[in-house]
């Protein structure tokens, strides 16, 4: 039976281990096999909004809970970041590298 089938829709952050390490993920849980989750996140790429999708095993899962924070519109922050980026004026040019003989 599916132990995350109530959030199913909604947005989670989840805990889970890679390895000896422990990583957060944020994002919609789309999926509940019985198994493991799947996590939907959406972002902006190259003025495309693109979706991607992970699996997270349970016993892999060390922690999970609902965000209930509103989730953040991918163009919206696209937007925001543009905002407070340099412009291309002051971007410094690359060194070119001696050439070798």
Do not use: C
Request: zero cysteines.
């Amino acid at each position: 039976m599916a132990r995350y089938y109530k959030l199913l829709g909604r947005r989670i952050e989840v805990q889970y281990r890679a390895g000896d390490i422990f990583l957060p993920a944020t994002g919609i849980l789309v999926a509940d096999s019985g198994k493991s989750i799947f996590l939907e996140e959406r972002f902006e790429q190259k003025g495309q909004v693109k979706s991607f999708r992970w699996e997270i095993p349970y016993p892999f899962i060390m922690h999970l809970e609902e965000n209930l924070a509103p989730p953040e519109n991918p163009r919206d922050a696209v937007k925001r970041e543009a905002g407070e980026a340099l412009p291309e004026a002051q971007i410094a040019p690359l060194k070119h590298r001696p050439e070798e003989v």
